[in-house]
């Protein structure tokens, strides 16, 4: 989950400054602690990102931040099958 500071921060960043789309990478790459054995996770990696996946993310982190959004769909890499999840639990 993001912290005001999370949201406010990235605002103050020169590429910000000079594209305000940029703030949805430095703002993932604030809130998502580990993509695989990544971590920490730099906006470099974010902006590296096929769309889907960016897209995804910032699915995930507006479901996370919602009031009552906790629980993610999600498939398991193995068999497919699709579940959800309760992300403040893992």
Same mark, same amino acid.
């Given at each position: 989950?993001?912290?005001? !500071?999370? @949201? $406010?921060?990235?605002?103050?960043? &020169?590429? *910000?400054? =000079?594209?305000?789309?940029? $703030?949805? $990478?430095? /703002?993932? +790459?604030? $809130? #998502?602690?580990? !993509?695989?054995?990544?971590?920490? *996770?730099?906006?470099?990696?974010?902006?590296? /990102?096929? &769309? =889907?996946?960016?897209?995804? /993310?910032? @699915? !995930?982190?507006?479901?996370?931040?919602?009031?009552?959004? +906790?629980?993610? @769909?999600?498939?398991?890499?193995?068999?497919? +099958?699709?579940? =959800? #999840?309760? #992300?403040?639990? *893992?």
């Amino acid at each position: 989950m993001a912290t005001a !500071l999370d @949201e $406010v921060q990235p605002l103050r960043d &020169a590429r *910000v400054q =000079a594209n305000q789309a940029y $703030v949805a $990478v430095l /703002l993932l +790459s604030r $809130v #998502v602690t580990q !993509l695989g054995d990544i971590t920490p *996770v730099p906006p470099s990696l974010i902006e590296r /990102l096929f &769309a =889907a996946d960016f897209a995804y /993310l910032q @699915e !995930l982190y507006i479901r996370m931040n919602e009031p009552a959004g +906790s629980l993610a @769909e999600t498939q398991c890499p193995d068999c497919g +099958s699709r579940f =959800a #999840v309760d #992300v403040l639990a *893992v």
